[in-house]
């Protein structure tokens, strides 16, 4: 039986992304290339993955010649920010507050974060009492 398709983005999906982003446009060659320090892609495997994020509306590609050029279409904010609401649906029942304490709990803050941090939520206080 076929594997449900990923909302988000998988960790293959992401380091084709990236290269997207920081390239605005790339080939499948060139998207190969971008990838040649990281687990080695076949040329093939590369392919399948950028139709598979057109599916998925991340990518869209022109047809230059005989090559297809890719470019992403979502950016990077808005595949953060769908990654995070996935998270908090699956595993904190949409609630931020258990997200957050989750990570104060766990995590490692140092006192740079810790404050603005406290700062954002004191934004966000004076902003709800107006």
């Avoid at 998925?56 to 979502?74: C, E, N, S």
């Amino acid at each position: 039986m076929a594997r449900k398709p990923s909302p988000t983005l998988t960790e293959a999906e992401l380091r084709l992304m990236q290269v997207l982003w920081t390239k605005q446009t790339a080939t499948v060659g060139e998207v190969v290339e971008a990838l040649k320090n990281a687990p080695l892609l076949a040329y093939t495997t590369v392919l399948t993955m950028l139709r598979i994020l057109e599916r998925k509306g991340y990518v869209r590609h022109q047809t230059r010649g005989r090559a297809f050029v890719y470019q992403a279409v979502v950016h990077r904010n808005e595949a953060s920010h769908k990654a995070v609401k996935h998270l908090l649906n699956r595993f904190f029942n949409n609630s931020l507050e258990l997200l957050v304490l989750n990570i104060l709990e766990n995590e490692k803050i140092n006192s740079g974060e810790l404050k603005r941090l406290k700062k954002m939520i004191e934004e966000n206080e004076s902003e709800d009492s107006k």
